[in-house]
């Protein structure tokens, strides 16, 4: 079961101006289960996104990104979004960027605008081909369900390994009138995002303007889904995608110093993480959630450094399973993690409320008991303190179980 998450409240779930979604069962890999998803913005809205770094990146990611420099370059904003989960379209060469570009085409030509204006997305099995006949075939239904309280459905439409759907909104108030954020995800297994997540849509009516909102996406991705890590594979299909519908009766958001963008701001970044969090907590097979605070660094990428070792140690995450407080793993972990100078004298480790280590071992005050209680709790907070600068990170993570050998053992199956 996940850690802490229930499925969302589709009565909690905002619709946001200018922003509609239509589902459908395309039998893209298992019949029964939606699997498709159409997502239309209003004329004038705006959108920011950013991609994974994998190298063997998908097809969809390839022509995203074309199609999104292409709508730059003409002064216009892509309107439509095409999703399917089932089939990665990864490692499928030049034949799958054909097959997305033409889902796409089929798009476009569905709901009269140009393929420029349509991106692709897909999340499943790696080096499989594309069933584009099936997903071209699904469209028209999709479409017709078009409609701006679709966000639970959505949620459900993109999930692979995923137990539980990922959906949330809030709303704050900006010149007196409410603005609204709603946002998806979708992540289980495969996560430790170079970017952002395996595939996160977020929404709001604020009106941002281009200038404000590329930046902005990668700021939020920098603070959220980029702090998650489940098992230390990055997807060749991470894609993070901000909506901005402009559909508030604001006047636009258009330059980084305007005074309610760090409000706004802050209320995406909230709905990130609250998002990026439950994938951590339905990581295939999880019991536990783990914060890892890492404080007292030189700068941000050596606290980031010594977080990622411990997050990603499998000793570390066997143990946090086995509710096992062998502590001297998450030392070890920091001491391999690179940084040359560290004088392991002046290294901290707690866990919770618990002083675990001090000048080099074991601190005198720490009592297997105390270990004891804190591991055997859902969720943890291991706190380093490296005594070097003031410099500090955080990564959450999971423990690693014996479901999650089962899961990915039988993936394809």
């Known amino acids: ?29 298992k019949p029964g289960r939606k699997d498709l998803l159409v997502v239309r913005v209003a004329a004038g809205g705006h959108l920011g996104a950013v991609f994974t770094r994998n190298r063997f990146c998908a097809a969809p990611v390839l022509v995203a990104r074309a199609h999104l420099e292409a709508c730059a370059a003409a002064g216009a904003s892509p309107r439509l979004l095409v999703i399917n989960t089932g089939c990665a379209n990864a490692g499928t060469g030049a034949a799958g960027v054909a097959d997305a570009q033409r889902s796409c085409a089929q798009l476009a030509a569905l709901m ?34 078009l409609a701006p309280d679709q966000w639970r459905e959505a949620a459900e439409a993109i999930m692979t390994t995923d137990t539980v759907p990922k959906a949330v909104s809030r709303q704050i108030v900006v010149d007196g009138h409410t603005v609204t954020i709603t946002g998806i995800a979708k992540g289980s297994g495969m996560i430790h995002p170079d970017m952002a997540t395996m595939l996160g849509f977020i929404a709001t009516d604020a009106p941002l303007a281009m200038p ?17 890590t489940v098992d230390g594979d990055t997807s060749t299909n991470d894609a993070f995608v901000l909506i901005a519908s402009g559909q508030a009766p604001l006047a636009p958001i258009a330059t980084v110093d305007d005074p309610r963008l760090p409000r706004l701001e802050a209320a995406i970044t909230e709905v990130a993480r609250v998002l990026a969090q439950a994938i951590v907590r339905d990581g295939e097979g999880a019991t536990k959630f783990i914060e890892v605070l890492v404080q007292g660094a030189r700068d941000a990428a050596e606290a980031r450094t010594v977080a990622n070792a411990i997050a990603l140690s499998p000793l570390v995450k066997t143990a946090f399973f086995a509710s096992d407080p062998n502590l001297g793993r998450i030392l070890a972990a920091i001491g391999k993690a690179g940084i040359a100078d560290l004088d392991a004298d002046q290294v901290r480790l707690f866990l919770d409320d618990v002083a675990v280590a001090r000048d080099g071992g074991r601190d005198p005050d720490y009592r297997e008991a105390d270990g004891q209680r804190v591991m055997a709790q859902a969720e943890i907070r291991v706190r380093v303190e490296l005594g070097r600068g003031a410099a500090q990170t955080v990564l959450w993570t999971c423990d690693l179980s014996h479901e999650y050998v089962s899961i990915n053992a039988d993936y394809r199956s």
């Open 1 to 29: 079961m996940p850690v802490n998450l229930a499925p969302p409240d589709p009565a909690g779930l905002h619709p946001v101006p200018g922003v509609e979604l239509g589902w459908t069962q395309a039998g893209i890999r």
């Open 112 to 145: 009269d605008c140009q393929a420029h204006e349509v991106l692709p997305f897909s999340t499943g099995v790696i080096m499989e081909p594309l069933p584009l006949q099936r997903l071209i075939d699904g469209l028209p239904a999709a479409a017709a369900r």
């Open 212 to 228: 404000v909102l590329q930046p902005l996406v990668r700021r939020v991705a920098d603070q959220s889904f980029n702090c998650i």
